[in-house]
């Protein structure tokens, strides 16, 4: 009877002490300023996904596309829940130009799923077009740098 004691002490000792040390960290807001939304899928995670209007057929830029002069652009907004959005866009050596929300001055609550009402069109030249998306859970001044609570999201594609 007295070793059944001891074993069952000794067992339930042992599962405690596994609950203490085996307990999660909780990251530093200050180090780790967005997580997005525990437990979210990653399929889901906020995003962009970007079309191309060529020669009347509308095709979806893949990580081998090329874009020419004169493709218009088709930004479809991805993600798990409704969030405000800013979409910035470089075209080759050109600066950076808001394309979305068009003469704002605040971001706008966009949902998923959602088709962007505008459509860029690639400029000639070469190098790269780079879009750069800026979700975040309440609205912010278009134009302002991102902070801790922005998720920034970039795509860079090659143009020929």
């Known amino acids: 009877m007295r070793r059944a004691l001891a074993f069952i002490g000794a067992g ?15 990251p530093d807001p200050a180090t780790n300023p967005y ?14 996904g970007i079309r191309y209007l060529r020669d009347g057929v509308d095709r979806t830029v893949q990580p081998s596309t090329a874009l020419r002069a004169g493709d218009r652009l088709r930004l479809e907004v991805r993600g798990e829940r409704p969030r405000y959005l800013e979409v910035r866009m470089r075209d080759g050596d050109a600066p950076p130009a808001v394309v979305f929300p068009a003469g704002g001055r605040d971001t706008v609550l966009v949902q998923p799923k959602e088709v ?7 400029a000639p030249g070469g190098g790269r077009l780079i879009v750069t998306a ?6 912010r001044g278009v134009g302002a740098p991102a902070d801790p609570d922005t998720e920034t999201v970039t795509v860079t594609v090659a143009k020929e």
């Open 12 to 26: 339930g000792l042992l599962v405690g002490l596994a609950f203490f040390v085996a307990r999660p960290r909780v």
């Open 35 to 48: 997580a997005g939304v525990r437990g979210g899928s990653r399929a889901k995670a906020a995003g962009l």
């Open 134 to 139: 800026l979700f975040s859970d309440r609205p």
């Open 116 to 122: 962007l009402p505008v459509t860029p069109i690639v």
